[in-house]
């Protein structure tokens, strides 16, 4: 069974969190919405290897899912048009 750990959560949060300031972005501002993402993002990297989008339906395969590892390669246009990514 995959787990991650509230520590390896927190500690991701504060990377994304300082990773998005710094790049002009802003993580939602609802903190327990992000961090159930960011937990599916660490379970999706303990799975796949890689952190593909907790939202979204992944092959698997590194290669294949390229487009939707986040950040993924949708997303400035989703900001754009919704103000806010998937
Ligand atoms: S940026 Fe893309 S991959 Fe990351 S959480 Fe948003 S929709 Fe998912």
Known sequence: MTTVS????Q???AKLQKDAEASGYHLNPDREF???LVEGLLLNKERY???LCPCRMG???R?????II???D???ADLDEYGQCY
């Open 70 to 72: 986040c950040p993924c």
């Open 11 to 13: 500690a991701l949060y």
């Open 6 to 9: 509230e520590k390896e959560v």
């Open 34 to 36: 992000v961090l159930a």
């Open 74 to 76: 949708y997303r400035d």
């Open 63 to 67: 290669e294949k899912d390229r487009d």
């Open 59 to 61: 092959e698997g395969v």
């Open 49 to 51: 290897g890689y952190m």
